[in-house]
């Protein structure tokens, strides 16, 4: 099952704006990562954000966790055109499931 | 330095058949974990393993089974293939058995399609 749920579910910009995505998950964590997927390819590892952390940057990327509302977003500035992607949270959970729980994602479109 | 490969990249099987996919994880990493990806949803976790070991198992059947190699290459297998099973199937390794502290790498993908 989908831990994470992430919203919107598909979002489209101009190039030069700013996008945001939310992430919702359900149980407690170790750590919460942000992933990138173009068209169907392997993901890529943007950012990782610790259950003790509260916010996170990564050059156009700034992370933010609020564990007591069980939820991040990812915020992505001055978009480019190469933006355009799925972005997937996804959750290291506390204790012990050695395994990545990943929502559901959301399509970012970026209009040149 | 070579990342995380995976082959084949396409498949076409039968229903019924079986199938070997492989990963060979960026050097030094010792955590291979595997994901299914059904179109248009997230990854969806299958196996840890951690130094040869499995170390964790998601909510497959017992069609689907991996083991890890001495040299940290994996394979997946899956038997008696059924339609649902057509998927990106996706390779990652990290440096630590949780990855704590660190971010998973993955592979482009195999995709599978069962006809």
């Known amino acids: 099952s989908q831990q994470g749920e992430e919203d919107p579910q598909a979002l489209s910009i101009q190039e030069g704006e700013n996008a945001t995505m939310n992430c919702s998950y359900k149980t407690s964590i170790n750590n919460l990562q942000w992933y990138r997927q173009n068209s169907g390819r392997g993901l890529v590892h943007l950012i990782l954000?610790?259950?003790?952390?509260r916010e996170k940057h990564s050059g156009r990327l700034r992370v933010t966790l609020d564990t007591s509302k069980k939820s991040s977003s990812l915020l992505i500035t001055a978009s480019r055109a190469a933006d355009t992607a799925s972005y997937f949270c996804a959750t290291d959970a506390n204790p012990g499931r050695r395994a990545l729980t990943f929502g559901s994602g959301t399509r970012l479109q970026v209009q040149p | 330095d070579a990342g995380v490969t995976q082959s084949p990249t396409h498949l076409i099987k039968t229903r019924g058949q079986h199938v070997t996919l492989r990963c060979s994880p960026i050097?030094?990493?010792?955590?291979v974990s595997w994901y299914q990806q059904v179109l248009g949803q997230g990854p969806q976790f299958i196996f840890q393993y951690y130094e040869k070991e499995e170390r964790g198992r998601g909510n497959f059947p017992d069609r689907f089974s991996a083991r890890q190699f001495p040299n940290y290459s994996s394979e997946l297998n899956v038997n008696a293939l059924l339609l649902g099973d057509s998927a990106l199937y996706l390779c990652?390794?990290?440096?630590?058995?949780?990855?704590?502290?660190?971010?998973?790498?993955f592979g482009s993908g195999t995709r599978l399609t069962v006809v």
């Open positions: 954000i610790r259950s003790n952390e």
């Open positions: 990652a390794s990290s440096l630590e058995r949780q990855g704590l502290g660190y971010g998973y790498t």
């Open positions: 050097s030094g990493h010792k955590s």
